[in-house]
């Protein structure tokens, strides 16, 4: 079992960075993925990014390339999302989850994960 914890959210202006954390207790495998999803108010749970563990392969969404970095912290086991350059359409929920690798298909599909995080909310004005 694996317990997730975010932090780092809050409100922020239109073009600046925050960075989530994700602190994870319990045990990770090498061939776990963990991930940053988000969620707006009326729309469906998103994939942002992921990270394969093992090999250490970072997955980004086409709609935040190039302004989000995903990176993990293997001895503190805690997992990051720098956001740049953010903007309204970042306004969400953001939650972190972790489960085992089925497919890199799936990696920012929400249905490959079996624990999630409470979220924090990340607002962008």
């Known amino acids: 079992h694996v317990q997730l914890v975010e932090s780092g959210g809050g409100l922020v202006q239109s073009g600046r960075s925050l960075r989530l954390s994700c602190a994870a207790s319990?045990?990770?495998?090498?061939?776990?993925?963990m991930a940053w999803f988000r969620q707006a108010p009326g729309k469906e749970r998103e994939g942002v990014a992921a990270f394969y563990l093992g090999p250490g392969t970072t997955y980004l969404a086409d709609s935040v390339k190039g302004r989000f970095t995903i990176s993990r912290d293997n001895a503190k086991n805690t997992l990051y999302l720098e956001m740049n350059s953010l903007g309204p359409e970042d306004t969400a929920m953001y939650y972190c989850a972790a489960g085992p690798m089925t497919s890199r298909a799936d990696v920012l599909s929400a249905q490959m994960y079996h624990f999630w995080g409470q979220g924090t909310q990340v607002t962008v004005s």
């Open positions: 319990g045990k990770t495998y090498y061939n776990y993925c």
